[in-house]
């Protein structure tokens, strides 16, 4: 697949996706299984994945970001050393703190889940298992 080819196609994952938030009145989403972030990335580095209903894809990497750069057609891609940075990095750059957003609680672990509870106190984290 030609990198335009992968983009473009990317680009149409992650705008039906948006779609399917916003059926669901979910602001974002944070996706962080291999599967689902190869999907909606391109890649399967480690990371977070944020799908904002109104701004960019933001991409968050804890290991090997300069493999995530080279393999994933987003734009926004930082580099993030743990969780304890996750709000800041989601918020940088004017995004808004989400009201409810979405998780993939199929795959999440209590212990992450009650993690999330802790970095995103306002937010109501809602299961978005089925919408990918």
């Not at 030609?2 to 992650?14: A, Q, W, Y």
């Amino acid at each position: 697949m030609t990198e335009e080819l992968l983009k473009s196609e990317i680009r149409g994952r992650i705008q039906r996706f948006r779609n399917r938030l916003s059926e669901y009145h979910l602001d974002g989403a944070l996706i962080v299984e291999k599967t689902d972030l190869y999907y909606l990335s391109g890649t399967k580095q480690d990371g977070h994945l944020f799908i904002s209903v109104e701004n960019g894809p933001r991409l968050m990497v804890r290991r090997d970001f300069e493999r995530a750069v080279s393999e994933s057609p987003l734009d926004e891609i930082l580099p993030m050393k743990g969780f304890s940075e996750l709000p800041h990095l989601l918020w940088e750059g004017n995004q808004n703190s989400p009201r409810r957003m979405g998780l993939e609680m199929d795959i999440l672990p209590a212990k992450r889940f009650l993690l999330y509870q802790k970095l995103f106190p306002d937010t109501e984290l809602v299961d978005i298992s089925g919408l990918i």
